[in-house]
């Protein structure tokens, strides 16, 4: 195959073609990037006095343990507690210990934030009563321990410790413990609330995200990052939708919410949490509003939305109002961040395709207020482009599709043929998920995949070529799900998995952080690559202009090798450059038994204004070369 580049670019390649989607599904928030390590840490949308609600703290031998609702709650939005039992002048210890989100990853001389809220009844328990924190390995060994006297006050009472491990456990099997030592006095009952262990954080920041995670995304360099979701935004019912005020503030204050994937959420990785993390990774936020449509059915059209229409534009207030106008305005400068933040896309719902009846009905009420009250945004539609119509007219649509391998390596012309008419599109949500085009949302054994694989990423890899040479109307695209606890997980594959103490990077996060770090900045077109569902050779140019380097990116899907020629038209080209390639058997995955299977390799090649170059079987290349 013999590839002709133009030296004349068709059009830019933009700032904000690669970024993430995020919505908590498989614990990507908590028990993920959220750096919190204790799950169910303030027994939230819980029903008290059952076993679920305590799930997953333990008593320690035959302590006796139950979340009650409070008569004096910590706060109206937290109103159960964990109450204990406290035997008359007991000798030995007793209490209770959290295991984590499926273990708690713990290191030597890490210093780990702790902090708890109790109650005892004034009077209630004898003076020398102590209260301990502590860190436990699987053999309950005590890792590290902070004691206080316990005070029968009356009122809430918090307590704050750092503990720094005195070795690091051999295991993630720890706990966190909660101990109560009665010297004597009648038996008594402490109550306690909003229990939590924080690792330090990336850069450092207060109820921040777990710095390996964030790293392995930020390696992504993500121009933007879509929250709150996903179907996570919608809620089964109008009840559990999600809503910005109740995700804001101290975290007493935030009531957390049925998630909608099976788990509550804390709420603690909020709205101001998501703004910061944007601007810690310099990302623009793709944020939804909430349009009206749940996951259970339920629509609201009409005049009944403009509460929610309030609520929405409260909510973008918060974002970027002023708070010498705007309440919400003021509660984020109150919160420490008096400058609005970036933001240009707001997108309406999630996924509205589900909902074609009342779609049309829904944008309009909701569109015409937004963008009235903000001239400046653009609103993104999340319906099909192809119906039914919507006024005003969407200026963008949020594409999603998951598919098999060869879906991705054989429809990379998919927006080559779509109309310039002024309308951009946000390719939201992406993945090839099963071999099983017939059933892709199957099980694995039907095909459906654990963790990505070469073939699917290679696959992926095809599909983004197409990216680029559309990204005149193409303006963004993101992989979907993001992140997936390997314990504990709703979808597969996902981009990146993660346990207690470790996180995999999958054969798709590579090729996605190979495209990101290897954008340019302008188009080249070249000879153009078969266009037929049985095209196996995908590829792109694109250049940095900066750099004068050419770009040029190869996804091979055929099982066998592939003969390359490149013709540049430059006067001036190196005679190496660099092939970073990914490949390896086509059913291979990066998983916690071999995290690092497949991972990219980077060599010298010859090259020059013509160069040949071999594309292995079932590979990934990115070949960059100076030239001008
Ligand atoms: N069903 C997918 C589409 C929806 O938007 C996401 O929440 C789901 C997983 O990425």
Redesign the pocket.
Known sequence: TTVTVSATASHAIPSTLWGM?F?D?SHSGDGGLYAELIQNRAFQQVAPDTAAALDPWVPLGDSQISVVADSVPLSSALPNSLALTVPAASATEIGFANPGYFGIGLVKGTAYSASLNYRVAAGAISKQASLTISLLDQNNKTLAAFTTPLRASGKWTEVTASLVPSHTPPSNNNSFAVTVTNARGAESQVNFALLSLFPPTFKGRANGMRPDIAETLAANKPAFWRFP????LEGQTVATRWQWNNTVGPLKDRPGRVG?WGYVNTDGLGLLEYLHWCEDLDMEPYMAVWDGYTLGGTNITGAALDPYIAQAIDQINFVIGDPATSAPAALRASLGHPEPFTLHYVEIG??DFFDDETVANRWNTIVTNLSATFPQLTFMATSLSSGPVLTPTPKVYDV?V?SSPTYFATNSFLYDSVERNGTHYFEG?YAAISTNDSNLFGTPAEGRLLFPTVASAVGEAAFMTGFERNADIVFSASY??LLGSVNDSQ?TPNLVGFDASNVYKSTSYYVQNLFANNKGDEYLPSTLPSNSSTATLLWSVTRSTANKEVIIKISNNAATTEEMKFVLPFKDVSSTGSATVLTGPATASNTPDAPDAIVPVTSRIKTGTTFEYTAPAVSFSVLVVSAH
């Open positions: 989607m919505e599904i979701g996903g179907n996570n909608d999630n996924e999603h998951y949500e979907a799900p979808w």
